[in-house]
């Protein structure tokens, strides 16, 4: 189901993770899981459990460990998986993050993908 916006990985990522995958992951605590979107959308639909918000225009501040900024929770070798509500700015996300030397990112699409695959929302 909407395949299309998935992405193939860049090179050297290896496979692409599902949304399923992601939540396995961070409930097991192994996987970063970044929510993009603006503050508005996330306080209206609330965010995926145990999600970082860190809105795309905030990212190159708040993810690059040599910006003062650094989010605390981020860790440059665990692999992240990145959401907004459609896709596409995660993918650009991923972009970012991959410039900024974190070496397994993955867009796993939207909001509605992560709830379709059984992750639990926070509000």
């Known amino acids: 189901m909407l ?3 998935r992405t193939r990985p860049a090179q050297g990522q290896g496979a692409q993770m599902t949304p399923a995958e992601a939540i396995k992951g961070a409930q097991a605590g192994d996987v970063t899981v970044i929510d993009v979107r603006d503050v508005n959308e996330v306080s209206m ?3 995926a459990r145990g999600a970082i918000h860190i ?3 905030m990212l ?3 993810a690059d460990p ?3 900024d650094f989010h605390p929770d981020l860790d440059t070798s665990k692999p992240v998986a990145v959401y907004c509500a459609s896709g596409a700015r995660s993918q650009m996300a991923t972009q970012m993050l991959r410039q900024m030397g974190f070496e397994s990112v993955h867009n796993i699409g939207g909001l509605s ?3 379709a695959a059984g992750g639990e929302i926070e509000r």
């Open 3 to 5: 395949n299309f916006l």
């Open 45 to 47: 639909t609330g965010k």
């Open 55 to 57: 809105p795309l225009m």
């Open 60 to 62: 190159r501040f708040q």
């Open 66 to 68: 040599r910006h003062p």
């Open 113 to 115: 993908h992560w709830s």
